[in-house]
């Protein structure tokens, strides 16, 4: 993991599913041009786990998620000055999305959401997430 003196710098979020008749969908985020899962930073005191489902509420709206697979995760490489970013899998059965307002931004931190497949979300995602599509892809099964 990075670390940026004795702190790590860990960003921490949900690769969410949904099942549908048309199969499996993944919830994805677009700030800028770029699209990522539900993520933010860990903060004092929080388990990566807790920063996680906080952070999909603040970024989502979402409040159910079950965590299925368990609480195995996937972490990326090194990026932006040393941070890594660790992802959980988790299931919903909630369709609607609500962006919330960052107090920081006093706007959403996301332009758009997207519910896409597993095959989309690979062609829309960054190299650095692409690997975790794949992930989540092959723990689900889809």
């Avoid at 599913?17 to 041009?33: C, E, H, I, K, P």
């Avoid at 040393?82 to 931004?105: C, F, H, N, W």
Wanted: with cysteine; glycine share 10%; aromatic share 10%.
């Amino acid at each position: 993991m990075a670390t940026k003196g004795a702190a790590t710098i860990l960003s921490c979020g949900v690769v969410v599913v949904r099942q549908t008749a048309s199969g499996w969908l993944t919830l994805l985020l677009r700030a800028y041009n770029h699209w990522d899962f539900p993520k933010g930073m860990c903060e004092d005191g929080e388990t990566p786990l807790e920063a996680a489902v906080r952070e999909v509420g603040e970024e989502s709206g979402l409040s159910e998620l079950a965590f299925a697979w368990g609480e195995r995760f996937t972490e990326t490489g090194p990026y932006q000055r040393g941070k890594v970013a660790r992802y959980y899998l988790a299931q919903t059965s909630q369709e609607k999305i609500v962006m919330g307002i960052s107090p920081d931004l006093g706007r959403p931190e996301h332009h758009e959401y997207r519910w896409v497949s597993f095959d989309t979300a690979h062609d829309l995602a960054s190299p650095r997430v692409r690997g975790v599509v794949q992930w989540a892809r092959q723990v689900v099964g889809g």
